[in-house]
């Protein structure tokens, strides 16, 4: 958990929550995650590294 924070805050440039109150930050985060877990998974893609497709 530690690294993909860190991978977060400097490979995406994140320095701090755009929006107040805690849903809004929890539903931001999901969505950081979500981004993260999406490009992880288009460069596994890219790299042939998935072993099955996806259709």
């Given at each position: 958990?530690?690294?993909?924070?860190?991978?977060?805050?400097?490979?995406?440039?994140?320095?701090?929550?755009l929006?107040?109150?805690?849903?809004?930050?929890?539903?931001e985060?999901?969505?950081?995650?979500?981004?993260?877990?999406?490009?992880?998974?288009?460069?596994?893609?890219?790299?042939?590294?998935?072993?099955?497709?996806l259709h």
């Amino acid at each position: 958990m530690y690294i993909n924070r860190v991978v977060i805050k400097n490979d995406y440039n994140f320095k701090r929550f755009l929006t107040h109150g805690k849903n809004s930050v929890k539903n931001e985060f999901i969505l950081l995650c979500l981004g993260y877990n999406v490009n992880k998974l288009h460069t596994k893609t890219q790299n042939e590294r998935v072993g099955r497709t996806l259709h």
